[in-house]
């Protein structure tokens, strides 16, 4: 009985330990919930009417990759009225927040609120297992002030009104308007960012190679001709100057031209090279100061590598903002990027594919190839390459560790010591890759995508984000006079490769010779054709391809000689065609209409060039804020170079000349092109095949008055100077020839001034100083103005003034800057002493009355007596 008692014990304790294991285990099919917290947070707040508040929204749980963050999460806004207004929806980052922005209509009280949609986490992350599902939440309400009066920010620094130069501080943010690159000839020559020169004012120069007369009486052998034959200029084929750039306020170029053999050899160009034992002599790359002309270094890249190009691209990721900069050198497919800091190589890239380089909106290098018989495009992307190099590197590894963590060691810019192949193929097997297509198959690709198959001829013009344009022109059956072919491929976030129209114009009859290379804007969405033989060019949509204009009208005839200086297809900027270029009539167009707007005629006085017309042949330079800047040059000028090749800023808007300087630079049409960044331009000049550097320079007051007091009521003179104090004066050469400074001088002085300074011509003898302003702070502590005066051509001023009070005054001479310098002044001091008060008579001393009247009756008894004395003794003198 106690067994069976003990037994039965014993079972009903296992059905119960069961029973509670069946209670305690979890259902290993639920899903795993976490609860989430949603947050709101506004910067800043309280804010004013119309002022953006930074909204942060998010939940407190983070991702991993290749989850790139949660999504749909909205936010309420309340108003002040009461009606409510939906914000979002927002996908957030791996962080588990995001950003946007607010601005609010009202003064009130405003109540924010976040809403997280419930949401299922794929991959595990912060100590979470895949799969668990998050759960909805609302953030808490938070209240946004807004007032009427608006909140102040942190105040800019103003753009610098004196002389200044790279790098500048992050923090002066309103500089950027002034400071810009030049990586390469930009569209249309059009330079934005700059506050481009109104003066021809030169800063620095220095010479890239031997130039100028030679002299010495080479040439044809005692004739009229000898000492007038001048150095090689580069004029033509030979290139000096070319692939020059700026980046960061240092000016890059190439020393020597480069030893080629000419494409007409082909494929036979190595060993053409080893049959004439060619040996390339080392070709250093120079880099200066652009604003003080100092140089910074002087090296041979790599294997005797030109500078091609530059870049400076912006690198935007989860783990590194900023930009990084690079001086690139090509052979062939192979790449090779250089620091511009210290010329140390970096990294290369090998089978790059070839194609037009681009520059996206980050600066990346775009090369789009379009294969109209296949019907596909792609866009190689020079970042992409590094990107996905690493990616590739961590997606061969299996580790889940290495997949979570691969983003994050891809994303930090780090090619430098690598040879990377440009087309390698990219691994796309890992399916956690959303962001790139499946299209992406080498690591350089950011997209392959279908087109129309059979557009007629080839893509022209590139627009990175925007379009591309292509043309066919049948250039060997103009005698039929058939019709061009114009179409548009989309090159939009995801619509890359969709056909924005084709259509075709027919253009006039008589078998024209029409380009396909005009001037382009994609700000004014307008494409050009050149007519050669109209000396014109038509204009057209790049938004459908319709024909809207032209012919413009015609200009001279020597515009119909293709191959002469740059710009015969035309400029584009500020809604206006520039068209000129050997006739040397500078025609503005409007690119809307097609009208004429204004002629400016580069007119040549003296007939130097016989060829030329009443014109100089016009070599565009740039265009930049709001100006036209226009040179000289031709195919291959004779020995010796005409003189007074002109250098001219217009108005780009009225086309009134701003400033036009005969003879100081002549161009070159095969040599590096003239470069605006900084507010600085540069300048190859084929007179002396030196480099110049045009801009505002500093300049400098002096002032000096008497040493010594100066009585009150007398006048002082205040005296000193103002000179031009930029780099180049610093030169031995000028500060010999200048001891006591160069003169500063006013802007219409200036071209001529620089000629006789930096070129030796002789001294103007009509150039004028400049406006000083006379200030001085009394002895009462009142600071006023007391003249104007303004110095000659030798620098010097003088002003006589007379102080109206004794006492201590301090001089302030103070020059207020031009087009062509920076502001500056100087102080000096003088005394004047107080005029001493009037001295008082003796006084008399008190007298008695017999004092008073004896003493004078004394005197006259004695004055009575020597009278009758002297007359007796002349009445004895007169007796026998």
């Given at each position: 009985?106690?067994?069976?008692?003990?037994?039965?014990?014993?079972?009903?304790?296992?059905?119960?330990t069961?029973?509670?294991?069946?209670?305690?285990?979890?259902?290993?099919?639920?899903?795993?919930?976490?609860k989430?917290?949603?947050?709101?947070?506004?910067?800043?707040?309280p804010?004013?009417?119309?002022?953006?508040?930074?909204?942060?929204v998010?939940?407190?749980?983070?991702?991993?990759?290749?989850?790139?963050?949660?999504?749909?999460l909205?936010?309420?806004?309340?108003?002040?009225?009461?009606?409510?207004?939906?914000?979002?929806?927002?996908?957030?980052?791996?962080?588990?927040?995001?950003?946007?922005?607010?601005?609010?209509a009202?003064?009130?009280?405003?109540?924010?609120?976040?809403?997280?949609?419930?949401?299922?986490?794929?991959?595990?992350a912060?100590?979470l297992?895949?799969?668990?599902?998050?759960?909805?939440?609302d953030?808490?309400?938070?209240?946004?002030?807004?007032?009427?009066?608006?909140?102040?920010?942190?105040?800019?620094v103003?753009?610098?009104?004196?002389?200044?130069?790279?790098?500048?501080?992050?923090?002066?943010?309103?500089?950027?308007?002034?400071?810009?690159?030049?990586?390469?000839?930009?569209?249309?020559?059009?330079?934005?960012?700059?506050?481009?020169?109104?003066?021809?004012?030169?800063?620095?120069?220095?010479?890239?190679?031997?130039?100028?007369?030679?002299?010495?009486?080479?040439g044809?052998?005692g004739?009229?001709?000898?000492?007038?034959?001048?150095?090689?200029?580069?004029?033509?084929?030979?290139?000096?100057?070319?692939?020059?750039?700026?980046?960061?306020?240092?000016?890059?170029?190439?020393?020597?031209?480069?030893?080629?053999?000419?494409?007409?050899?082909?494929?036979?160009?190595?060993?053409?090279?080893?049959?004439?034992?060619?040996?390339?002599?080392?070709?250093?790359?120079?880099a200066?100061?652009?604003?003080?002309?100092?140089?910074l270094?002087?090296?041979v890249?790599g294997?005797?590598?030109?500078?091609?190009?530059?870049?400076?691209?912006?690198?935007?990721?989860?783990?590194?903002y900023?930009?990084?900069?690079?001086l690139?050198?090509?052979?062939g497919?192979?790449?090779?990027?250089?620091?511009?800091?210290?010329?140390?190589?970096?990294?290369?890239?090998?089978?790059?594919?070839?194609?037009t380089?681009?520059?996206?909106?980050?600066?990346?290098?775009?090369?789009?190839?379009?294969?109209?018989?296949?019907?596909?495009?792609?866009?190689?992307?020079?970042?992409?390459v590094?990107?996905?190099?690493?990616l590739?590197?961590?997606?061969?590894?299996?580790?889940?560790?290495?997949?979570?963590?691969?983003?994050?060691?891809?994303?930090?810019?780090?090619?430098?010591?690598?040879?990377?192949?440009?087309?390698?193929?990219?691994?796309?097997?890992k399916?956690?890759?959303?962001?790139?297509?499946?299209?992406?198959?080498?690591v350089?690709?950011?997209?392959n995508?279908?087109?129309?198959?059979?557009?007629?001829?080839?893509?022209?013009?590139?627009?990175?984000?925007?379009?591309?344009?292509g043309?066919?022109?049948?250039?060997?059956?103009?005698?039929?006079?058939?019709?061009i072919?114009?179409?548009?491929?989309?090159?939009k976030?995801?619509?890359?490769?969709?056909?924005?129209?084709?259509t075709?114009?027919?253009?006039?009859?008589?078998?024209?010779?029409?380009?396909?290379?005009?001037?382009?804007?994609?700000?004014?969405?307008?494409?050009t054709?050149?007519?050669?033989?109209?000396?014109?060019?038509?204009?057209?949509?790049?938004?459908?391809?319709q024909?809207?204009?032209?012919?413009?009208?015609?200009?001279?005839?020597?515009?119909?000689?293709?191959?002469?200086?740059?710009?015969?297809?035309?400029?584009?900027?500020?809604?206006?065609?520039?068209?000129?270029?050997?006739?040397?009539?500078?025609?503005?167009?409007?690119?809307?209409?097609?009208?004429?707007?204004?002629?400016?005629?580069?007119?040549?006085?003296?007939?130097?060039l016989m060829?030329?017309?009443?014109?100089?042949?016009?070599?565009?330079?740039?265009?930049?804020?709001?100006?036209?800047?226009?040179?000289?040059s031709?195919h291959?000028?004779?020995?010796?170079?005409?003189r007074?090749?002109?250098?001219?800023?217009?108005?780009?808007?009225?086309?009134?000349?701003?400033?036009?300087?005969?003879?100081?630079?002549?161009?070159?049409?095969?040599?590096?092109?003239?470069?605006?960044?900084?507010?600085?331009?540069?300048?190859?000049?084929?007179?002396d095949?030196?480099?110049?550097?045009?801009?505002?320079?500093?300049?400098?007051?002096?002032?000096t008055?008497p040493?010594?007091?100066?009585?009150?009521g007398?006048?002082?003179?205040?005296r000193?100077?103002?000179t031009?104090?930029?780099?180049?004066?610093?030169?031995?050469?000028?500060?010999?020839?200048?001891?006591?400074?160069?003169?500063?001088?006013?802007?219409e002085?200036?071209?001529?001034?620089?000629?006789?300074?930096?070129?030796?011509?002789?001294?103007?003898?009509?150039?004028?100083?400049?406006?000083?302003?006379?200030?001085?702070?009394?002895?009462?502590?009142?600071?006023?103005?007391?003249?104007?005066?303004?110095?000659?051509?030798?620098?010097f001023?003088?002003?006589?003034?007379?102080?109206?009070?004794?006492?201590?005054?301090?001089?302030?001479?103070?020059?207020?800057?031009?087009?062509?310098?920076?502001?500056?002044?100087?102080?000096?001091?003088?005394t004047?002493?107080?005029?001493?008060?009037?001295?008082?008579?003796?006084?008399?001393?008190?007298?008695?009355?017999?004092?008073?009247?004896?003493?004078?009756?004394?005197?006259?008894?004695?004055?009575?007596?020597?009278?009758?004395?002297?007359?007796?003794?002349?009445v004895?003198?007169?007796?026998?």
């Amino acid at each position: 009985m106690t067994r069976n008692k003990t037994t039965t014990a014993i079972a009903i304790l296992l059905i119960l330990t069961f029973a509670i294991t069946l209670v305690a285990l979890p259902d290993t099919n639920a899903a795993i919930t976490k609860k989430t917290y949603a947050f709101i947070g506004a910067m800043p707040n309280p804010i004013g009417v119309g002022q953006q508040t930074l909204l942060h929204v998010g939940i407190s749980d983070q991702t991993s990759h290749p989850q790139e963050g949660w999504v749909g999460l909205t936010v309420t806004v309340t108003k002040p009225d009461g009606t409510t207004e939906t914000l979002g929806p927002y996908n957030t980052d791996t962080t588990g927040g995001t950003g946007g922005v607010y601005t609010p209509a009202t003064v009130g009280t405003y109540y924010l609120q976040t809403h997280f949609p419930e949401q299922v986490l794929t991959t595990a992350a912060t100590g979470l297992p895949a799969g668990t599902v998050m759960l909805a939440s609302d953030s808490e309400k938070l209240p946004l002030i807004v007032t009427e009066e608006p909140r102040t920010f942190y105040p800019d620094v103003p753009l610098p009104t004196e002389y200044w130069t790279r790098p500048i501080n992050q923090q002066f943010r309103s500089w950027g308007a002034g400071a810009s690159d030049w990586w390469t000839t930009p569209n249309n020559r059009f330079a934005p960012y700059n506050d481009a020169p109104e003066a021809p004012h030169i800063l620095w120069t220095t010479p890239l190679a031997e130039g100028g007369a030679v002299g010495g009486g080479i040439g044809e052998n005692g004739t009229w001709w000898q000492n007038q034959v001048g150095y090689e200029m580069g004029d033509a084929y030979e290139g000096k100057f070319t692939g020059s750039v700026i980046i960061n306020g240092v000016l890059y170029f190439n020393r020597q031209i480069p030893q080629t053999i000419p494409s007409a050899a082909g494929t036979d160009s190595q060993n053409m090279i080893n049959a004439l034992n060619v040996t390339t002599l080392e070709q250093p790359v120079v880099a200066v100061n652009l604003k003080t002309g100092e140089q910074l270094w002087s090296k041979v890249l790599g294997n005797n590598e030109r500078v091609a190009f530059g870049q400076t691209m912006f690198w935007q990721t989860m783990n590194m903002y900023g930009c990084f900069s690079y001086l690139w050198t090509t052979s062939g497919s192979t790449w090779n990027a250089y620091d511009p800091l210290t010329g140390r190589w970096e990294f290369t890239m090998t089978d790059v594919p070839s194609g037009t380089r681009n520059y996206g909106q980050n600066g990346e290098i775009l090369i789009y190839t379009v294969n109209t018989a296949n019907g596909w495009m792609t866009q190689w992307n020079s970042t992409s390459v590094a990107y996905k190099t690493y990616l590739n590197i961590y997606l061969a590894s299996t580790a889940e560790t290495t997949v979570a963590s691969a983003y994050y060691w891809a994303e930090r810019w780090r090619p430098q010591g690598l040879t990377i192949n440009a087309s390698a193929p990219f691994n796309v097997t890992k399916n956690w890759l959303p962001k790139f297509r499946d299209s992406a198959t080498t690591v350089g690709i950011d997209w392959n995508v279908t087109i129309p198959k059979g557009l007629p001829g080839s893509a022209s013009k590139y627009y990175p984000g925007d379009r591309i344009i292509g043309m066919y022109i049948n250039s060997t059956g103009r005698l039929v006079d058939q019709p061009i072919a114009m179409w548009g491929l989309s090159l939009k976030r995801g619509e890359e490769g969709r056909l924005l129209f084709s259509t075709t114009w027919q253009p006039p009859a008589g078998g024209l010779t029409l380009s396909s290379g005009g001037a382009a804007s994609l700000e004014d969405r307008v494409f050009t054709v050149r007519a050669k033989e109209l000396r014109a060019f038509f204009g057209f949509s790049m938004d459908t391809g319709q024909y809207l204009w032209g012919p413009t009208p015609s200009r001279g005839y020597m515009d119909l000689f293709m191959g002469g200086p740059s710009g015969e297809n035309g400029m584009i900027a500020y809604g206006k065609l520039f068209l000129g270029t050997l006739a040397g009539a500078l025609q503005c167009i409007d690119v809307k209409t097609g009208d004429l707007l204004w002629t400016y005629n580069m007119t040549q006085p003296y007939t130097e060039l016989m060829w030329g017309g009443s014109n100089w042949p016009i070599e565009f330079a740039f265009i930049s804020d709001g100006k036209v800047y226009l040179l000289h040059s031709e195919h291959s000028g004779n020995t010796p170079l005409p003189r007074g090749a002109p250098f001219v800023c217009l108005n780009a808007t009225t086309g009134d000349v701003i400033f036009r300087v005969d003879g100081l630079f002549r161009f070159t049409v095969w040599g590096g092109d003239p470069m605006i960044a900084d507010s600085t331009a540069v300048i190859f000049s084929t007179y002396d095949n030196s480099i110049y550097a045009i801009g505002k320079g500093p300049s400098a007051v002096t002032v000096t008055a008497p040493d010594a007091g100066v009585a009150q009521g007398s006048s002082v003179t205040i005296r000193g100077t103002v000179t031009d104090v930029s780099p180049g004066t610093k030169e031995y050469i000028l500060a010999a020839r200048f001891p006591n400074g160069v003169p500063a001088v006013s802007d219409e002085s200036m071209g001529e001034w620089m000629k006789y300074v930096y070129v030796q011509f002789p001294r103007p003898a009509n150039a004028t100083g400049v406006e000083v302003t006379l200030s001085v702070i009394d002895s009462n502590g009142n600071f006023r103005e007391i003249g104007k005066v303004t110095s000659d051509s030798d620098g010097f001023f003088s002003y006589d003034w007379i102080p109206d009070i004794p006492g201590k005054f301090i001089v302030v001479a103070s020059f207020a800057g031009s087009e062509s310098y920076y502001p500056s002044q100087a102080e000096t001091a003088f005394t004047v002493d107080a005029a001493p008060e009037a001295s008082p008579g003796p006084t008399p001393t008190p007298a008695s009355m017999s004092e008073m009247y004896f003493l004078p009756s004394v005197a006259g008894i004695i004055v009575a007596i020597a009278v009758v004395g002297a007359l007796i003794l002349l009445v004895l003198r007169k007796r026998p």
